[in-house]
C-alpha cells in the first residue's frame, strides 16, 4: 500500500493558479500510475486528470482541459497537479490516488485525506 498526502489547497480569487501536490510513501511510488480526482458540496466524486507511471502519458477531463498540467517526480515520490485560471465551479476537495492501471480509472487503490480548493467569486 501507498500512504498519499495531498498539499497545497486554500481559498483562491477566480483566474488564479494553484499547484496541489501529492507526496506518496510505502510502496514504489513509481509502480502505479496516479490520478487527480475532486469533490463538491453535493456531488460525486469526479475524475480531474491521470498521468502513467513514467509520466510520459497524460489525460486530463474536458471540464479542466487547457487549465490543468498533471506531473510527477519519481525522484520525490511526488504527484502534482497545476491548476490555471481558476473557476468558481473548481471549488471542491481534491484528491489523489494510485491506479492499478492508467487505463481504468475505476480501480484507484489508495487515496488521500484530500485537500480543498476554494475559488472565490
Known amino acids: 500500500q501507498v500512504q498519499l498526502v495531498e498539499s497545497g489547497g486554500g481559498l483562491v480569487q477566480i483566474g488564479d493558479s494553484l499547484r496541489l501536490s501529492c507526496a506518496a510513501s510505502g510502496r514504489a511510488f513509481n509502480d502505479y500510475a496516479m490520478g487527480w480526482f475532486r469533490q463538491a458540496p453535493g456531488k460525486e466524486r469526479e475524475f480531474v486528470g491521470k498521468?502513467?507511471?513514467?509520466?510520459?502519458?497524460?489525460d486530463v477531463a474536458d471540464a479542466v482541459s487547457g487549465r490543468a498540467t498533471i506531473s510527477r517526480d519519481n525522484t520525490k515520490n511526488t504527484l502534482y497537479l497545476q491548476m490555471n485560471s481558476l473557476k468558481p465551479e473548481d471549488t471542491a476537495v481534491y484528491y489523489c490516488?494510485?491506479?492499478?492501471?492508467?487505463?481504468?480509472?475505476?480501480?484507484?487503490?489508495?487515496w488521500g485525506q484530500g485537500t480543498q480548493v476554494t475559488v472565490s467569486s
Open positions: 498521468i502513467s507511471w513514467s509520466g510520459l502519458y497524460v
Open positions: 490516488a494510485t491506479l492499478l492501471s492508467y487505463h481504468d480509472t475505476n480501480k484507484a487503490t489508495s
